[in-house]
């Protein structure tokens, strides 16, 4: 199968405010930013991190079209779905490594061949670069040049706190409010659940240029990409916190680069894991076949024993 | 064990019986800002549905196999890295190639160095390959004195004028991990 490397460009216009926070001064959640170096000095931008767009967008969204795929939903160990929804732990790294499984789940997986992940007693390596999601703004307008596979329109560019919002939420109390609904005795309890929570946002409209490289990768590797932002669009496409509060939201247009049949891409991966449906469950029941160490030094003691 | 065997078209020359090549270590401006930033993973705990009955239990999650962790990178915000190296040109099928060819054919796929390439960090916007007239792989002058560029074997080889290095145990060509190629070695600092 020919391998090549394919970018993924991302335009993604924030159509609600965006919470992707970073900490707090007081009760006031703050935006996670990057510092980016301008003719005025140091300034710290507003952004999206890769990580949470790596896992927004890929691995959420790919791993749970697999679960629904696969029909493993209510069979999960612990160690499975640590692995597919988070990459996984590495407590039994032994320095032994099966090259078999690894190629094994290389294939049958694409998604994993992609994003990598830990299993109990090896690490597999992944192939996918998630760049951060660079807010368009004046501040970085010569990383934008960089980034841009097209050239950047001439108008000048807003400074990045004119897309620093704030929200301000309230939580009630019931208790406060319907005090009837209380058991007796329960209305005279001190103490109120009234609380104000507020912090920044970035407003909608602002609009981030990120992208995903896959290096040397298959068509069902970009397939297994593409299917997981599809998952991820029908899904509500956001990004950050709160998006139960309907922040978050984004319009996302994908450039892919070399040209690609997007559509074949996405059938040939839908195609490969229905027709190896039943392998992959099995590759799964034994790569993330973990060995409790108490067990593992139970049979010890009695192979021992019985030597 | 054979060391720097990497098939580039970086020049390589033998201080005993270790070929060491004539590229000097990463430079690196003085960083607009220095700080650390965080990775996070955590169990997915929000899925406890998917799991199998049976597997429904108490994670312990700050400990053990699931543990959630919060760890540091240390993040220098530079706008370029330079390395000195000495190459030469290889016949290759379609002709003799120059070395500064080969290396923009090469560093054109590498999107990205150092730690954290998957989730956005080291992102190269683009590689310039410039020739110079002199070699600064090892050395550099300043002034009446050389300054070390790399990791080199330590010994009565290197120049008497050397400045700007530490004595330590470690590998000096690849493959750095290896242990089996640690020696007394001189640092760059």
Redesign the interface.
């Known amino acids: 199968m020919s391998q090549r490397t394919y970018r993924l460009f991302c335009l993604s216009t924030a159509i609600s405010p965006i919470t992707h926070a970073q900490g707090s001064a007081g009760n006031e959640s703050l935006l996670f930013r990057e510092p980016v170096v301008t003719p005025q000095g140091v300034r710290h931008v507003p952004a999206l991190s890769g990580n949470a767009l790596r896992n927004r967008l890929i691995r959420d969204p790919g791993a749970q079209w697999l679960t629904d795929e696969l029909g493993l939903f209510g069979t999960f160990t612990r160690d499975k779905l640590a692995f597919l929804f988070n990459g996984g732990n590495n407590p039994q790294a032994g320095g032994r490594e099966n090259t078999r499984i690894i190629s094994d789940l290389r294939r049958l997986f694409p998604l994993l061949r992609v994003l990598g992940g830990n299993l109990p007693n090896q690490i597999v390596g992944g192939y996918l670069q998630s760049r951060r999601g660079t807010l368009v703004c004046r501040e970085n307008a010569q990383r934008l040049r960089e980034l841009c596979p097209f050239p950047m329109p001439e108008t000048p560019l807003r400074p990045a706190e004119s897309f620093v919002s704030g929200y301000q939420y309230t939580r009630g109390d019931k208790s406060r409010q319907e005090p009837q609904m209380l058991a007796d005795g329960h209305a005279e309890m001190s103490g109120s659940a009234l609380m104000i929570f507020s912090g920044q946002a970035v407003t909608a409209g602002a609009i981030f240029v990120h992208e995903f490289i896959l290096r040397d990768c298959s068509e069902l590797d970009l397939g297994a990409i593409l299917l997981s932002m599809q998952y991820w669009r029908a899904r509500g496409a956001t990004v950050g916190g709160m998006s139960g509060k309907g922040h978050g939201v984004l319009d996302t247009m994908i450039h892919v680069d070399p040209e690609a049949d997007t559509d074949a891409a996405v059938k040939a991966y839908t195609e490969h894991i229905r027709a190896n449906r039943d392998a992959c469950r099995a590759l799964l029941d034994e790569a993330l076949r973990w060995e409790d160490p108490e067990e593992k030094a139970a049979k010890k003691g009695k192979a021992k024993k019985a030597g | 064990m054979q060391t720097s065997t990497i098939p580039i078209p970086i020049d390589r020359a033998k201080i005993g019986d270790r070929l060491i090549p004539l590229c000097s270590s990463p430079i690196l401006p003085k960083p607009?800002?220095e700080?650390a930033e965080y990775?996070?993973?955590?169990?997915?705990s929000d899925?406890a549905?998917?799991?199998?009955?049976s597997?429904r239990t108490i994670?312990v999650t700050n400990g053990?196999?699931?543990?959630s962790y919060r760890l540091p990178l240390r993040v220098r915000?530079v706008?370029r890295v330079v390395w000195f190296c000495t190459a030469s040109g290889r016949t290759s099928p379609s002709g003799t190639k120059s070395a500064s060819a080969q290396i923009r054919r090469l560093t054109r796929?590498i999107?990205?160095i150092g730690r954290k390439?998957?989730?956005?960090?080291g992102?190269v916007?683009?590689w310039d390959v410039e020739e110079i007239p002199d070699d600064w792989s090892w050395f550099a002058p300043d002034g009446d004195r050389l300054v070390l560029m790399r990791p080199l074997p330590d010994g009565d080889w290197l120049p008497k004028n050397l400045d700007g290095f530490v004595r330590e145990h470690g590998p000096c060509a690849s493959p750095y991990w290896n242990s089996a190629v640690y020696m007394p070695i001189v640092l760059p600092c």
């Open positions: 607009a800002r700080c990775f996070t993973q955590r169990f997915p899925r549905e998917y799991l199998d009955p597997q994670v053990g196999p699931y543990k915000l706008d796929s999107t990205a390439t998957s989730i956005g960090y992102a916007g683009r």
